[in-house]
T-cell receptor, first 109, second 114 residues
Framework: GQSLEQPSEVTAVEGAIVQINCTYQ??????LSWYQQHDGGAPTFLSY????GLEETGRFSSFLSRSDSYGYLLLQELQMKDSASYFC??????????FGKGTRLSVIA | DGGITQSPKYLFRKEGQNVTLSCEQN?????MYWYRQDPGQGLRLIYY???????QKGDIAEGYSVSREKKESFPLTVTSAQKNPTAFYLC?????????????FGNGTRLTVT
């Protein structure tokens, strides 16, 4: 089976940096994806890591350590509009994504 | 603009009635998916289809049915056998055939059964 663990809630101050962690257990692993979902909206794809290391896309970065079965999403220069839920998801090849339960990020002034 | 359309956005039904949720995509994607989302929960897979006229059960398929007669369409029927159908339902599609095919989601249908 597959399982993912991520914190249920995180609060951070506008302009700051926040890290959302994700640990996973899976029988097969190709990569780790991250999605953002605003309340009542559609999840949108943020990033994908197949190899160890850090991938940077603007204010967002994502990290993967395959040996530790661990990844994180790093959000810099936080803005109020970043308040949303963030989901990590495991890609196991030819089967659909398996999602974590999500981390609700609240950005405060 | 290409995308995924789910309709309606809100749906209300009486217990014991079957209801069908629509999902249409014009992205020319081969794979389509249905996920269910409950408050504070992640997305749980109901059914998926990687090609027309073929589909597979996901983790929580009981009480649901699907069809994939056209590439563009993947309707989900919530039957009266589904014990707790009130939820937010999300349809998604992907190019398929690659482990790095991001999912494109529709805006969801919020179903309330009373």
């Amino acid at each position: 089976g597959q399982s993912l663990e991520q914190p249920s809630e995180v609060t951070a101050v506008e302009g700051a940096i926040v890290q959302i962690n994700c640990t996973y257990q899976t029988s097969g692993f190709y990569g780790l994806s991250w999605y953002q979902q605003h309340d009542g909206g559609a999840p949108t794809f943020l990033s994908y890591n197949a190899l160890d290391g850090l991938e940077e896309t603007g204010r967002f970065s994502s990290f993967l350590s395959r040996s530790d079965s661990y990844g994180y999403l790093l959000l810099q220069e936080l803005q109020m509009k970043d308040s949303a839920s963030y989901f990590c998801a495991v890609n196991s090849g030819n089967t659909p994504l398996v999602f974590g339960k999500g981390t609700r990020l609240s950005v405060i002034a | 603009d290409g995308g995924i359309t789910q309709s309606p956005k809100y749906l209300f039904r009486k217990e014991g009635q079957n209801v069908t949720l629509s999902c249409e995509q014009n992205l020319n994607h081969d794979a389509m998916y249905w996920y269910r989302q409950d408050p504070g929960q992640g997305l749980r897979l109901i059914y998926y289809s990687q090609i027309v006229n073929d589909f597979q059960k996901g983790d929580i398929a009981e009480g649901y049915s699907v069809s994939r007669e056209k590439k563009e369409s993947f309707p989900l029927t919530v039957t009266s056998a589904q014990k707790n159908p009130t939820a937010f339902y999300l349809c998604a599609s992907s190019i398929g055939g690659s482990e790095n095919s991001p999912l494109h989601f529709g805006n969801g249908t919020r179903l309330t059964v009373t």
